[in-house]
């Protein structure tokens, strides 16, 4: 099974929404845990490393690929 990539300020699916109705959550700290931020209500929990790999379900939006500039010919 493959991993999935994330990094700090992606924008992620976790398998359970947040309380709040919102099902995206911004990654804002990264280490031995993880802290995520609900994009709707602006609540954030610190989840272990392993708890979150294991609730993650994708990633929505990556914030590597948003600053990429696109290339124009």
Not at 18 to 39: A, F, L, T, W, Y
Not at 45 to 71: D, I, M, T
């Amino acid at each position: 099974m493959e991993r999935k990539q994330y990094e700090l300020g992606d924008i992620v699916q976790m398998k359970k929404p947040h309380p709040c109705g919102s099902n995206e959550m911004e990654i804002i700290r990264m280490g031995m845990d993880i802290r995520i931020r609900c994009v709707g209500c602006k609540h954030s929990v610190l989840v272990p490393r392993a708890k979150f790999e294991s609730k993650l379900k994708k990633v929505l939006r990556s914030k590597a690929a948003a600053e990429k500039p696109e290339e124009a010919e």
